[in-house]
């Protein structure tokens, strides 16, 4: 019969298939789906008759021995004679559990009734299920790990069937429970979701099929009935009448399936009793059984299925093969690539060193390049703007000196200079303006300075404002003033400078700490590490953003001291200008055209402008200038000092600065316990990471298997 279709399957590829069985053999079908032929069936349908009639062996069938785990058939064409038994020990079966059933198995002569019995009887042992109900402590009923039979011989051909249990809707007292029902579906299930397995339906004739859960089931799994091949047992028990029915059905009236349908006519119990051949009962059966005996030959009997089933695991595993070589291949990549992502072990004090020392040599090359901003020469520069640290903090700065010009000063002065911090030609926009402009950070709350928002300088009201203090402080001088006055005066224009440069230095900050945390993040991918490695930097952060406000605060007083004091010479030039100004001012109204002289002014007019004026209207336009001036001067040394000192020096390239806390050296400086609360592994990860090395190791195993010729 062998030689039945040559031209189908001759050229199924044994290389193929062999090296498909070996990829079983090695448990890669956990990770990959391989191509199989699976028996599925409720419980009785006659999977077990089925499967004896297609391996030629008997199967053991006391009454207790029902199908309780999953047992893999291969056969296979060799030299030799021989069988080989062995357990495949589930996925997540207990490392002892699993090394003791590696240890089980051997080669049988044969398996004749006696040696398969005991070879089942073993299995149950090994697998530590349970007997007939009798034992004291409870066993599971059911057991995920596979029984591996491989029969090889001159005489065989290469075929592979996945026997699973039965599945079931009623439980048996005693022996299985409400948890087994969905224990042994879910087993089942999983063979049939293999997109790459054949469904072996068996299927009682004389039963209503549509009360066979397993029809539903491949539906579901296979919902184009690509997969499925149907075989129909028990023909001999269907009610006289009723046979043409199922013979419709097995002409694939009910349901398609491009696989189509077989019958089987196996031993029932007395048969099997009675020692009768089934080969012998089955032929007989199929030939003078109406309406049986004129159905399609190559579609009733095992031989013929038998036929069947080695065409259509060929030409599965023909298609099927490239497509999990590219699989496997994929798969390795994939958990190289999260191998690598896990970073080295770092279970021990050295290895935890080695990778903390490692992220901080990589910070600390990362804040150089955005200190430099040289962004070009790391791709991390382009995920997230908050690492180009430098030009934000630049542009802040800007707008912090910006502001410190129009808005810093509490009253505006009178025009006549041009600069910023006259008013006229400056459009006045909305009335306050806000002091911060970061996104808060709660861990700083402590730190920073509160969002706030300013009033704009107030127009109009300096004459009046410096009258008043000048009223109130005046002592028994003559055209001139008291010096203290000055202080006064600068003190309440410059009120403003804390909020505006607090809030500045503020951002900074932010910016800085955003930056640590991002730069940590991207080098970091363990986000378990970079959480605890922020906490554990997080005091030492703050101390060091702390001395950039002691530092600004400092700056503050310094500019609040009752001594103004200047060597500036820009404080006599603006000065001087400033009187000039005024000076123009009074004399342009007397200013007419004279032909070739152009604009002119009479002499008396010139000498008469500030004689016009009281003493106490001259102390206040010099009060003014003066503080005009002496404003200016100071008001961009504040921000020049701020900027340098602050938040260049203390922020950004000092030794002592947060940018620079992160190093080698820090480090270098961790005792064992600070390195195993760092850089430790997390329960989760070792289990992760040993997960992936097995798998790894099953696929390397897997790449060498395929790339053998
Ligand atoms: P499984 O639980 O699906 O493995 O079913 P089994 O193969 O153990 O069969 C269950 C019962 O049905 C056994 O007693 C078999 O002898 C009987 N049986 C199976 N197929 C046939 C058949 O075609 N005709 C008859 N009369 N009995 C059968
Ligand atoms: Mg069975």
Redesign the pocket.
């Known amino acids: 019969m062998a030689g039945h279709h040559p031209e189908r399957y001759a050229f199924a590829e044994p290389m193929m298939l062999e090296k498909i069985d070996k990829l079983f053999a090695c448990g890669i079908g956990d990770l990959v789906d391989l191509p199989q032929i699976v028996v599925v069936?409720?419980?009785?349908?006659?999977?077990?008759?089925?499967?004896?009639g297609l391996i030629k062996k008997p199967?053991p069938?006391d009454s207790g021995l029902?199908?309780r785990f999953t047992t893999h058939i291969v056969f296979r064409r060799a030299i030799q004679e021989q069988i080989l038994v062995s357990i495949m020990p589930d996925r997540y079966a207990s490392p002892e559990h699993s090394s003791r059933l590696k240890e089980w198995g051997r080669a049988v002569p044969d398996l004749d009734p006696n040696t398969f019995r005991q070879i089942m009887e073993e299995a149950h042992l090994e697998m530590g299920l349970s007997g007939n109900g009798d034992e004291t402590e409870r066993k599971p009923t059911f057991s995920s790990d596979v029984l591996r039979l491989e029969i090889s011989g001159p005489d065989q051909e290469h075929l592979s069937i996945i026997d699973v249990p039965?599945i079931f809707k009623s439980t048996t007292k005693g022996l299985t429970t409400k948890a087994d029902i969905g224990l042994v579906r879910n087993m089942v299930t999983g063979y049939m979701k293999n997109p790459r397995s054949i469904m072996l339906a068996?299927v009682?004739a004389n039963v209503d099929v549509a009360t066979q859960e397993i029809l539903e089931l491949a539906a579901e799994f296979d919902v184009h009935g690509d997969r499925t091949l149907g075989v129909l047992?028990?023909?001999?028990?269907v009610d006289t009448g009723a046979e043409s029915g199922v013979a419709a059905l097995s002409e694939g009236k009910a349901r398609r399936m491009k696989l189509g349908w077989h019958i089987?006519?196996?031993?029932?119990?007395k048969?099997?009793q009675d020692n009768i051949d089934r080969n012998v009962l089955e032929a007989d059966f199929f030939r003078s059984c109406v309406p049986w005996s004129s159905v399609d030959k190559d579609k009733v009997g095992v031989d013929s299925l038998r036929l069947r089933l080695k065409e259509v695991h060929s030409s599965l595993v023909k298609t099927e093969f490239p497509r999990v070589k590219i699989e496997i291949k994929s798969r390795l990549d994939a958990c190289r690539e999260r191998l690598a992502e896990l970073g080295p072990e770092r279970n021990n004090p050295a290895e935890q060193m080695a990778y903390l020392t490692r992220i901080s040599t990589r910070f600390q090359r990362l804040v150089v390049l955005a200190l430099n901003a040289t962004h070009g020469a790391d791709d991390v520069f382009e995920t997230d703007h908050r690492l180009r640290i430098a030009p934000a903090i630049m542009s802040r700065m800007k707008t912090f000196s910006e502001e410190m010009a129009k808005y810093g000063h509490t009253y505006a002065f009178t025009a006549q200079d041009n600069d910023a911090a006259g008013d006229s030609e400056i459009e006045q926009p909305a009335k306050l303006f806000e002091i911060r402009k970061e996104d808060y950070l709660d861990e700083l709350v402590n730190i920073l300075h509160l969002q706030g928002s300013l009033q704009y300088p107030k127009r109009g009201y300096i004459r009046d404002w410096i009258l008043q203090i000048f009223q109130n402080n005046r002592g028994f001088e003559l055209g001139t003033f008291n010096a203290s006055l000055l202080a006064t005066c600068m003190k309440r224009q410059s009120s403003k400078w804390t909020d505006v440069g607090m809030g500045f230095v503020s951002d900074v900050i932010i910016m800085v700490h955003n930056y640590v945390e991002t730069a940590l993040a991207s080098i970091c991918n363990d986000p378990t590490v970079c959480n605890s490695l922020m906490d554990k930097l997080s005091d030492e952060l703050i101390k060091r953003y702390q001395r950039a406000i002691t530092n600004i605060q400092f700056l503050l007083d310094v500019e609040k001291s009752d001594t103004p004091l200047t060597l500036n010479h820009y404080f006599n030039e603006n000065l001087q200008k400033s009187r000039q100004g005024h000076f123009t001012i009074n004399i342009e109204k007397h200013a007419f055209h004279n032909g070739s002289h152009g604009r002119v002014v009479r002499l008396e007019h010139a000498t008469q402008t500030t004689r016009s004026m009281s003493n106490e209207d001259y102390v206040m336009q010099d009060i003014h200038d003066i503080l005009q001036s002496y404003y200016k001067v100071s008001r961009k040394t504040f921000v020049d000092s701020v900027c340098k000192q602050a938040v260049l020096h203390h922020l950004l390239q000092c030794e002592e600065s947060p940018l620079a806390l992160f190093s080698p050296i820090f480090v270098s400086q961790l005792s064992m316990t600070e390195l195993e609360e760092l850089a430790g592994e997390a329960p989760a990860l070792k289990r992760s990471r040993s997960q992936l090395t097995k798998e790894m190791t099953s696929l390397l195993a897997a790449m060498k298997i395929l790339a053998r010729a």
């Open positions: 069936g409720d419980q009785s349908s006659g999977k077990s008759s089925v499967l004896e199967f069938r029902c199908t039965g068996v009682p047992t028990k023909p001999d028990l089987s006519r196996n031993p029932g119990q048969e099997l």
